[in-house]
Protein backbone atom coordinates (compact mmCIF):
# COMPACT_ATOMS: atom_id res chain seq x y z
CA UNK A 1 0.00 0.00 0.00
CA UNK A 2 3.04 2.32 0.27
CA UNK A 3 3.20 2.93 -3.05
CA UNK A 4 -0.81 2.99 -3.47
CA UNK A 5 -0.62 7.01 -3.23
CA UNK A 6 1.97 7.82 -6.19
CA UNK A 7 -0.18 5.40 -8.17
CA UNK A 8 -3.15 6.72 -7.52
CA UNK A 9 -2.10 10.44 -8.07
CA UNK A 10 -0.20 9.79 -11.19
CA UNK A 11 -3.41 8.28 -12.93
CA UNK A 12 -5.87 11.00 -11.58
CA UNK A 13 -3.36 13.23 -13.69
CA UNK A 14 -2.77 10.82 -16.40
CA UNK A 15 -6.28 8.85 -17.48
CA UNK A 16 -4.13 7.09 -20.23
CA UNK A 17 -2.78 5.25 -17.36
CA UNK A 18 -6.09 3.89 -16.74
CA UNK A 19 -5.12 1.18 -19.40
CA UNK A 20 -2.51 -0.42 -17.22
CA UNK A 21 -3.28 -3.51 -15.40
CA UNK A 22 -1.21 -2.69 -12.38
CA UNK A 23 -2.92 0.75 -12.26
CA UNK A 24 -5.81 -1.06 -12.09
CA UNK A 25 -4.41 -3.30 -9.50
CA UNK A 26 -4.26 -0.70 -7.21
CA UNK A 27 -7.63 0.93 -7.68
CA UNK A 28 -9.39 -2.72 -6.54
CA UNK A 29 -6.98 -3.44 -3.78
CA UNK A 30 -7.66 0.62 -2.54
CA UNK A 31 -11.28 0.21 -2.50
CA UNK A 32 -11.23 -2.88 -0.92
CA UNK A 33 -9.62 -1.80 1.95
CA UNK A 34 -11.75 1.24 1.87
CA UNK A 35 -14.35 -1.75 2.33
CA UNK A 36 -12.94 -3.76 4.55
CA UNK A 37 -11.88 -0.36 7.31
CA UNK A 38 -8.09 -0.51 6.42
CA UNK A 39 -8.30 2.50 5.10
CA UNK A 40 -10.16 5.64 5.30
CA UNK A 41 -10.47 9.31 3.52
CA UNK A 42 -10.32 11.28 7.12
CA UNK A 43 -9.22 10.62 10.08
CA UNK A 44 -8.65 12.44 13.36
CA UNK A 45 -5.32 13.43 14.55
CA UNK A 46 -5.12 15.46 17.41
CA UNK A 47 -7.87 18.11 17.75
CA UNK A 48 -7.99 18.16 13.53
CA UNK A 49 -8.90 16.00 11.19
CA UNK A 50 -6.93 14.47 8.12
CA UNK A 51 -8.59 14.32 4.91
CA UNK A 52 -6.13 11.78 2.80
CA UNK A 53 -6.86 13.07 -1.01
CA UNK A 54 -5.18 10.18 -2.78
CA UNK A 55 -8.16 8.11 -1.24
CA UNK A 56 -10.59 10.38 -2.73
CA UNK A 57 -9.09 10.42 -6.17
CA UNK A 58 -8.99 6.05 -5.53
CA UNK A 59 -13.31 6.39 -5.53
CA UNK A 60 -13.44 8.72 -8.27
CA UNK A 61 -11.23 6.96 -10.54
CA UNK A 62 -13.37 3.79 -9.21
CA UNK A 63 -16.51 5.19 -10.89
CA UNK A 64 -14.41 5.95 -14.39
CA UNK A 65 -13.51 1.85 -14.87
CA UNK A 66 -16.44 0.56 -13.71
CA UNK A 67 -18.94 -1.00 -16.22
CA UNK A 68 -22.94 -0.10 -15.76
CA UNK A 69 -24.52 -3.58 -15.34
CA UNK A 70 -27.64 -4.98 -13.73
CA UNK A 71 -27.69 -6.15 -9.88
CA UNK A 72 -30.29 -8.25 -8.63
CA UNK A 73 -31.49 -8.63 -4.75
CA UNK A 74 -34.59 -10.74 -4.52
CA UNK A 75 -37.36 -8.81 -5.92
CA UNK A 76 -35.24 -5.90 -6.44
CA UNK A 77 -33.39 -4.90 -9.86
CA UNK A 78 -30.24 -1.67 -10.18
CA UNK A 79 -28.63 -0.72 -12.73
CA UNK A 80 -25.09 1.04 -11.47
CA UNK A 81 -21.86 0.87 -11.67
CA UNK A 82 -21.18 0.45 -8.00
CA UNK A 83 -22.09 -2.94 -6.08
CA UNK A 84 -23.64 -3.63 -2.69
CA UNK A 85 -21.83 -3.91 0.69
CA UNK A 86 -21.14 -7.35 1.15
CA UNK A 87 -20.31 -9.77 4.47
CA UNK A 88 -22.26 -8.12 7.01
CA UNK A 89 -22.80 -10.92 9.04
CA UNK A 90 -19.32 -11.32 9.42
CA UNK A 91 -18.96 -7.77 10.02
CA UNK A 92 -21.18 -8.04 13.13
CA UNK A 93 -23.96 -5.56 11.42
CA UNK A 94 -27.41 -5.22 11.05
CA UNK A 95 -29.08 -3.97 7.65
CA UNK A 96 -32.68 -3.76 7.78
CA UNK A 97 -34.25 -4.15 4.17
CA UNK A 98 -34.24 -1.86 1.83
CA UNK A 99 -31.74 -0.47 3.66
CA UNK A 100 -28.37 0.09 1.19
CA UNK A 101 -24.58 0.27 1.74
CA UNK A 102 -22.36 1.04 -1.07
CA UNK A 103 -18.97 -1.18 -1.47
CA UNK A 104 -16.89 1.30 -0.95
CA UNK A 105 -18.08 2.11 2.19
CA UNK A 106 -17.17 0.42 5.79
CA UNK A 107 -19.94 -0.06 8.59
CA UNK A 108 -17.93 -1.15 12.38
CA UNK A 109 -19.34 -3.94 14.40
CA UNK A 110 -22.82 -3.13 16.21
CA UNK A 111 -23.67 -0.32 13.23
CA UNK A 112 -27.47 -0.71 12.43
CA UNK A 113 -28.84 0.24 9.10
CA UNK A 114 -32.57 0.76 9.00
CA UNK A 115 -34.08 1.52 5.54
CA UNK A 116 -31.36 4.54 4.94
CA UNK A 117 -28.20 4.93 2.80
CA UNK A 118 -24.52 5.55 3.45
CA UNK A 119 -22.54 5.55 0.59
CA UNK A 120 -19.09 5.04 -1.37
CA UNK A 121 -16.25 6.33 0.95
CA UNK A 122 -18.43 6.37 4.35
CA UNK A 123 -17.35 5.14 7.67
CA UNK A 124 -20.02 4.22 10.50
CA UNK A 125 -18.61 3.98 14.07
CA UNK A 126 -19.43 0.83 16.06
CA UNK A 127 -22.45 0.31 17.75
CA UNK A 128 -24.19 3.94 15.33
CA UNK A 129 -27.73 3.62 14.69
CA UNK A 130 -28.69 5.07 11.19
CA UNK A 131 -32.56 5.47 11.31
CA UNK A 132 -35.25 5.31 8.46
CA UNK A 133 -34.56 7.25 5.70
CA UNK A 134 -30.99 9.28 7.15
CA UNK A 135 -28.72 9.44 4.33
CA UNK A 136 -24.59 8.86 5.18
CA UNK A 137 -23.26 10.85 2.06
CA UNK A 138 -20.36 9.74 0.12
CA UNK A 139 -16.87 9.85 2.38
CA UNK A 140 -18.92 11.45 5.70
CA UNK A 141 -17.27 10.03 8.99
CA UNK A 142 -19.73 9.16 11.33
CA UNK A 143 -17.99 8.17 14.70
CA UNK A 144 -19.42 5.64 17.27
CA UNK A 145 -22.22 5.23 19.67
CA UNK A 146 -23.99 8.08 16.90
CA UNK A 147 -27.59 8.34 16.55
CA UNK A 148 -28.51 9.35 13.19
CA UNK A 149 -32.60 10.60 13.82
CA UNK A 150 -35.16 9.98 10.85
CA UNK A 151 -34.32 11.26 7.75
CA UNK A 152 -30.72 12.91 8.57
CA UNK A 153 -28.67 13.60 5.74
CA UNK A 154 -25.43 13.92 6.02
CA UNK A 155 -24.24 14.86 2.39
CA UNK A 156 -21.23 14.03 0.14
CA UNK A 157 -18.48 15.84 -0.43
CA UNK A 158 -16.44 13.83 -2.60
CA UNK A 159 -14.66 16.60 -5.01
CA UNK A 160 -12.59 18.40 -4.43
CA UNK A 161 -10.66 15.71 -3.14
CA UNK A 162 -8.43 17.72 -0.68
CA UNK A 163 -11.97 18.44 0.43
CA UNK A 164 -13.08 17.98 4.53
CA UNK A 165 -15.89 15.63 4.42
CA UNK A 166 -18.57 15.84 6.88
CA UNK A 167 -17.73 14.38 10.17
CA UNK A 168 -20.01 13.44 12.88
CA UNK A 169 -18.00 12.47 16.08
CA UNK A 170 -18.38 9.82 19.11
CA UNK A 171 -21.54 9.93 20.80
CA UNK A 172 -23.22 12.71 18.52
CA UNK A 173 -27.29 12.80 18.67
CA UNK A 174 -28.73 14.42 15.51
CA UNK A 175 -32.73 14.83 15.61
CA UNK A 176 -35.02 14.08 13.07
CA UNK A 177 -34.69 15.89 9.60
CA UNK A 178 -31.06 16.94 10.46
CA UNK A 179 -29.12 18.26 6.94
CA UNK A 180 -25.30 18.93 8.01
CA UNK A 181 -23.52 19.15 4.70
CA UNK A 182 -20.00 20.65 2.88
CA UNK A 183 -17.65 19.56 5.86
CA UNK A 184 -19.47 20.92 8.65
CA UNK A 185 -18.08 18.67 12.12
CA UNK A 186 -20.23 18.27 14.87
CA UNK A 187 -17.80 17.26 17.62
CA UNK A 188 -17.91 14.57 20.44
CA UNK A 189 -21.23 14.79 21.74
CA UNK A 190 -23.24 17.19 20.49
CA UNK A 191 -26.78 17.32 20.41
CA UNK A 192 -28.86 18.02 17.14
CA UNK A 193 -32.44 18.94 17.83
CA UNK A 194 -34.59 18.09 14.81
CA UNK A 195 -34.49 20.29 11.59
CA UNK A 196 -31.44 21.35 12.28
CA UNK A 197 -29.36 22.35 9.29
CA UNK A 198 -25.73 23.00 8.76
CA UNK A 199 -24.00 24.24 5.94
CA UNK A 200 -20.24 25.71 5.41
CA UNK A 201 -21.54 29.41 5.88
CA UNK A 202 -24.23 28.86 8.56
CA UNK A 203 -23.80 30.82 11.74
CA UNK A 204 -24.13 28.63 14.52
CA UNK A 205 -24.55 31.29 17.77
CA UNK A 206 -23.79 30.32 21.37
CA UNK A 207 -26.41 32.15 23.10
CA UNK A 208 -25.53 30.83 26.63
CA UNK A 209 -23.53 33.72 27.70
CA UNK A 210 -24.21 37.59 28.23
CA UNK A 211 -22.49 38.12 24.62
CA UNK A 212 -23.01 35.81 21.31
CA UNK A 213 -20.42 33.47 20.25
CA UNK A 214 -20.54 32.83 16.30
CA UNK A 215 -19.03 29.44 15.09
CA UNK A 216 -18.56 27.83 11.48
CA UNK A 217 -18.48 25.04 10.30
CA UNK A 218 -18.12 23.72 13.75
CA UNK A 219 -20.38 22.32 16.18
CA UNK A 220 -18.04 22.65 19.45
CA UNK A 221 -18.60 19.29 21.84
CA UNK A 222 -21.02 18.70 23.88
CA UNK A 223 -23.40 21.55 22.81
CA UNK A 224 -27.21 21.51 22.57
CA UNK A 225 -28.58 23.05 19.10
CA UNK A 226 -31.89 24.11 17.73
CA UNK A 227 -32.72 25.78 14.88
CA UNK A 228 -32.71 29.77 14.77
CA UNK A 229 -33.67 32.69 12.95
CA UNK A 230 -31.64 35.73 13.25
CA UNK A 231 -32.04 39.58 10.84
CA UNK A 232 -30.21 40.36 7.99
CA UNK A 233 -30.65 43.56 5.41
CA UNK A 234 -30.99 42.98 1.96
CA UNK A 235 -32.12 45.41 -0.63
CA UNK A 236 -35.28 45.30 -0.24
CA UNK A 237 -35.36 45.18 3.37
CA UNK A 238 -35.06 43.30 6.39
CA UNK A 239 -35.69 39.34 6.64
CA UNK A 240 -34.96 36.72 8.77
CA UNK A 241 -32.37 34.16 7.70
CA UNK A 242 -32.04 30.69 9.24
CA UNK A 243 -29.11 29.61 11.33
CA UNK A 244 -28.56 27.62 14.61
CA UNK A 245 -28.68 28.09 18.37
CA UNK A 246 -26.44 26.77 20.39
CA UNK A 247 -28.76 26.50 24.05
CA UNK A 248 -26.61 24.89 26.26
CA UNK A 249 -24.07 22.16 26.87
CA UNK A 250 -24.81 18.12 27.27
CA UNK A 251 -23.87 17.24 31.31
CA UNK A 252 -21.58 14.09 31.68
CA UNK A 253 -24.33 12.37 33.63
CA UNK A 254 -25.91 12.39 29.73
CA UNK A 255 -23.09 10.45 27.95
CA UNK A 256 -25.45 6.84 28.31
CA UNK A 257 -28.16 6.70 25.58
CA UNK A 258 -30.91 5.67 28.30
CA UNK A 259 -30.20 9.10 29.67
CA UNK A 260 -30.24 11.03 26.99
CA UNK A 261 -33.64 11.67 26.36
CA UNK A 262 -33.80 12.98 29.90
CA UNK A 263 -30.69 15.79 28.64
CA UNK A 264 -33.24 16.69 25.50
CA UNK A 265 -36.53 16.88 27.74
CA UNK A 266 -34.26 19.70 29.99
CA UNK A 267 -33.68 21.57 27.27
CA UNK A 268 -37.15 21.19 25.74
CA UNK A 269 -35.31 20.35 22.60
CA UNK A 270 -37.61 18.34 19.70
CA UNK A 271 -35.65 15.12 18.48
Known amino acids: METHPATIRAAFEDRSLLGNP ?51 VGPFEFHDKIPLKKGLAEAGVRVVPPGTARYGSHL ?65 FLGSRCVVVEGVRVEEGAVLGANVVLTASTQIIDVTGPEPIVHRGRVPARSVVIPGMRPKEFPA ?9 IIGQRKASTDLKTSLNQALRDFAVAV
Open 22 to 72: ATLEVIHSTLAALDRGKLRVAEKQGDGWVVHAWIKEAILLYFAIQKMETLE
Open 108 to 172: EPGTVLMPGYVNIGARVGARTMVDTWATVGSCAQVGQDVHLSGGVGLGGVLEPASALPVIIEDGA
Open 237 to 245: GTFQVPCAL
